[in-house]
């Protein structure tokens, strides 16, 4: 069980580039979501799912597409890639507890756009 | 929108100490408030949560306080540890909601 993963772990595009981030979750979850996370910004909402086929925008959406196919597979595409897109981007999943919706979080993408 | 302050964004303690890190938050309809401790580059892990029908919860060093009528809730560490010292965030939602508001963020330092 190998949780939720991220591919790259690093990634530099000079503007105007576009390119794919990919997450993928093994543990059958609905929801997936995509944040950013820059220096005292906290987390940032970009895009969500709650299952295959559905999507929708969060708190910073502009510039960023996504799709869901299958329940495992959520990617983030940026269109055309900007110096304000420089951010280090999580995927999360979440499971229903008894209390709430529990994010587990991928290990990360840290991208830089020059 | 749901919209949710947090304070300090930096806390300085010696080991041993305790440390305390506060929230609030606007929707009165949240009722579900996680705590996520994140070390330097890795990804945030879920410490501590509780719900608004529970006014405190502990888990060994860790306890969250909830003030439903004030709209605040608290992380509270005692016996600080240098492994303790990290970035911590507060949120909220709705449980029947899947998106969490996230607080900025406490970048806590145990001296040692």
């Known amino acids: 069980n190998a949780g939720v993963t991220q591919t790259p772990k690093f990634q530099v595009l000079k503007t105007g580039q576009s390119m794919t981030l990919q997450c993928a979750q093994d543990m059958n979850h609905e929801y997936m979501s995509w944040y950013r996370q820059d220096p005292g910004m906290g987390l940032r909402l970009i895009h969500y799912s709650v299952g295959a086929g559905i999507t929708d925008q969060g708190e910073v959406p502009n510039g960023y597409n996504v799709s869901r196919s299958t329940t495992e597979d959520f990617p983030l595409r940026l269109l055309s890639a900007a110096p304000s897109q420089t951010s280090v981007y999580f995927c999360?999943?979440?499971?229903?507890?008894?209390?709430?919706?529990?994010?587990?979080f991928g290990p990360g993408t840290r991208l830089t756009v020059t | 929108g749901e919209n949710v302050e947090q304070h300090p964004s930096t806390l300085s303690v010696q080991e041993g100490d305790s440390a305390v890190i506060k929230c609030t938050y606007s929707?009165?309809?949240?009722?579900?408030f996680p705590w996520y401790k994140q070390e330097l580059g890795k990804r945030p892990q879920l410490i501590i949560d509780?719900?608004?029908?529970?006014g405190e919860k502990k888990d060994q060093r860790i306890a969250v306080t909830l003030n439903k009528t004030a709209k605040h809730f608290s992380l509270h560490i005692t016996e600080t540890q240098p492994e303790d010292s990290a970035v911590y965030f507060c949120a909220a939602s709705r449980s029947s909601n899947y998106k969490l508001t996230f607080g900025k963020g406490t970048l806590l330092t145990v001296n040692p």
């Open positions: 509780i719900r608004s029908n529970v």
């Open positions: 929707d009165s309809a949240s009722n579900y």
């Open positions: 999360a999943s979440s499971l229903m507890t008894g209390r709430g919706y529990e994010q587990y």
